[in-house]
């Protein structure tokens, strides 16, 4: 079973909606806690990083949550708009096996529509 | 902020060649890359863990001959794939973790076709 689920595993969203995706991680003892995009065909990008301390952090129209007691996070899209499209990832730090690994989801498939 | 630059984007080969993927850290320096594959719709799979100037620690079920790693300086690793086939064809992804602060950066990626 993957350490990082993430749900919904796609979704279809009018731009200039919001949306929030959703994060549940089982990684324990935890470090920290990131939302990358990752845009078709490249490389993830960094939104926002969350240590176990952080609850809230905004990255201009993207706002993650987390809470550490449940393990889940969420990352919230405002006013959502074409170049919002992209798959959004989950990466959760912390000491597996030992090192200091990086557990992925599956990733948010988002489509904006006009 | 930090960059990671792969080189290159794309390419296509004929299958039985080699082809190496460069993963350069622009503006700090790496003791330790990895090296991700990632199929169509799914997450990152770590494939190897590279450690400058020692060898690199490769993932249960990857071929260490078949995918070499090198990680000459602090600000380049190198993955080549050797003698290409088909079932190779995949996105490669490499990433640097900096220190000061801790922040893990991607590169690119680069799509790999075997012909």
């Known amino acids: 079973k993957n350490q990082v689920e993430q749900s919904p595993q796609s979704l279809i969203i009018l731009e200039g909606k919001n949306c929030t995706l959703q994060?549940?991680?089982?990684?324990?003892?935890?470090?920290?806690l990131r939302w990358y995009k990752q845009d078709t065909g490249r490389g993830p990008v960094s939104l926002t990083i969350m240590t176990f301390s952080e609850n809230t952090k905004s990255n201009g129209r993207y706002t993650a949550t987390l809470d550490a007691d449940t393990k889940q996070s969420s990352l919230h899209i405002t006013a959502s708009q074409l170049s919002d499209s992209a798959s959004y990832i989950c990466?959760?730090?912390?000491?597996?096996?030992?090192?200091?690994?990086?557990?992925f989801g599956k990733g948010n498939q988002v489509v904006v529509i006009p | 902020g930090a960059v990671v630059s792969q080189h290159p984007s794309w390419v296509i080969c004929k299958s039985g060649t080699s082809v190496k993927i460069e993963c350069r850290s622009l503006?700090?320096?790496?003791?330790?890359m990895f090296w991700y594959r990632q199929f169509p719709k799914q997450s990152l799979m770590l494939m190897a863990t590279?450690?400058?100037?020692?060898?690199?620690?490769?993932e249960q079920g990857v071929e260490k001959d078949k995918f070499l790693i090198n990680h000459a300086s602090l600000t380049l690793s190198t993955l080549t794939v050797t003698s290409a086939h088909p079932e190779d064809s995949s996105f490669y992804i490499c990433?640097?973790?900096?220190?000061?602060?801790?922040?893990?950066?991607f590169g690119q990626g680069t799509r790999l076709t075997v012909v």
């Open positions: 994060c549940n991680y089982t990684v324990s003892p935890f470090s920290n």
């Open positions: 990466v959760v730090s912390g000491p597996l096996r030992g090192n200091n690994r990086l557990a």
């Open positions: 590279s450690n400058e100037g020692s060898k690199a620690t490769y």
């Open positions: 990433s640097a973790r900096d220190l000061n602060p801790l922040e893990t950066f």
């Open positions: 503006d700090f320096q790496a003791t330790t």
